[in-house]
């Protein structure tokens, strides 16, 4: 689960982790009250978007930048008025873009240097590390690609947690003079406890900046959390931004189908992580493009057949739909009556391609079979991924 940044820093702000004094106007007629806050001082303005590159992003409308430099608080109305309800495309975004319903003010700071630091899980070694850079500000990726020397890791172990030399040695390789350092190990290990204490999948502050007074201060924040643990922290799930969240996958885990939305137009219905992979990478081999990720477990219920159909069908893409089933505990059967029971109620219109193999399959088969359905059978995965890509086409 994503937040915004303005939430991220309020969260920072309870661990310790130091942020530039700001406020959130989710209307245009909080803009005025939020700006009367801070001080008579140059401001940044921010949309609010669960996207990045916002600054070098551009408006529908032709307006560019996400987030500007105002000199002015009146600069930072104008800013605010523009960005507001108008649809932000970013590389992150994709062309449809996102709409800016919050506005971040935040008081300018004087920059001294910046820098890049990032917590996240380390898959290989199943151990949080934390991603440090003296080059902040761009793409991190830009820096691993042409200036690797520049980019360091060190990695956490969980049980003993952040050690002091561990911080003693991110100080040291950041170069931060001895009046900074001090402030920027209380923020590392702060952002540490931070990304522990709330089960975060990634933290990250690009740029961490230090200032001609020697503060050390998170001057944007990107947050996201392990959605698995979320059930252990109710004052985040307050967080979720639904309109931020595509309405399908939402609709799907009021379900719990795990739905990510993709953009192209052949939709897949499978049981198992594995098995939905695999579905996407046969269509993609045969021609065809993918319109989702769709999982509905290995204990599926009629319902949630029913309801995934549903989800599919609400992408106005969607040219054919592919069912890929593998029984294992998972009866064959449950789904092919999901499948005759949603058709009916739908009004399917569309090309079915059904695949099914494993637990009850003869019975299955059967259902399908007597169902007077217009669906077509795939007897191997390979086969029915052929059919659906030229039934598409």
Not at 157 to 186: C, H, I, M, S, T
Not at 364 to 385: E, I, N, Q, R, W
Request: hydrophobic letters at 45%; charged letters at 20%.
């Amino acid at each position: 689960m994503n937040i915004h940044e303005y939430q991220a820093k309020a969260l920072f702000e309870k661990f310790g982790v130091p942020v530039p004094k700001g406020f959130a106007a989710k209307s245009a007629a909080e803009f005025e009250s939020a700006l009367a806050q801070l001080p008579d001082a140059p401001v940044i303005v921010k949309s609010q978007i669960h996207a990045g590159g916002r600054g070098k992003g551009t408006f529908t409308d032709g307006f560019k930048g996400g987030v500007k430099f105002a000199k002015t608080k009146a600069d930072a109305l104008d800013y605010a008025n523009k960005m507001f309800n108008n649809t932000l495309v970013t590389i992150q975004t994709g062309p449809a873009g996102r709409k800016v319903q919050t506005i971040y003010f935040t008081q300018a700071c004087d920059i001294k240097k910046e820098y890049y630091l990032a917590i996240l899980l380390d898959r290989a070694t199943s151990k949080p590390v934390i991603v440090a850079s003296t080059e902040g500000g761009v793409d991190i990726e830009t820096v691993a690609h042409e200036t690797p020397e520049k980019l360091f890791k060190v990695l956490v172990d969980p049980a003993y947690g952040l050690a002091d030399f561990q911080v003693r040695e991110l100080v040291f390789k950041l170069g931060f003079n001895p009046a900074e350092a001090k402030n920027a190990a209380k923020l590392i290990r702060g952002l540490y406890t931070f990304f522990w204490e709330t089960d975060a999948a990634m933290v990250e502050v690009n740029p961490l900046i230090t200032t001609p007074d020697n503060q050390v201060l998170a001057l944007d924040a990107k947050v996201s959390f392990d959605s698995n643990a979320l059930y252990r922290h109710p004052e985040i799930v307050a967080l979720r931004d639904l309109a931020e969240e595509d309405h399908k996958e939402i609709e799907a885990s009021k379900f719990g189908l795990s739905y990510i939305a993709l953009d192209g137009n052949i939709a897949c219905l499978v049981n198992g992580a594995g098995l939905a992979m695999s579905t996407m990478d046969i269509i993609k081999h045969y021609g065809g493009n993918p319109a989702n990720f769709l999982d509905v477990g290995g204990g599926a219920t009629k319902d949630q057949v029913i309801a995934a159909f549903k989800i599919i069908l609400g992408d106005s893409n969607v040219k054919g739909i592919f069912v890929n089933i593998f029984g294992g505990i998972m009866d064959c059967n449950v789904i092919a009556t999901g499948i005759v029971e949603a058709v009916k109620e739908v009004g399917l219109k569309l090309p079915l391609v059904v695949r099914l193999e494993g637990n009850n399959v003869a019975a299955g088969k059967a259902t399908l079979a007597a169902s007077g359905l217009s669906l077509v059978s795939g007897d191997t995965m390979s086969d029915a991924a052929q059919k659906i890509v030229k039934l598409v086409a």
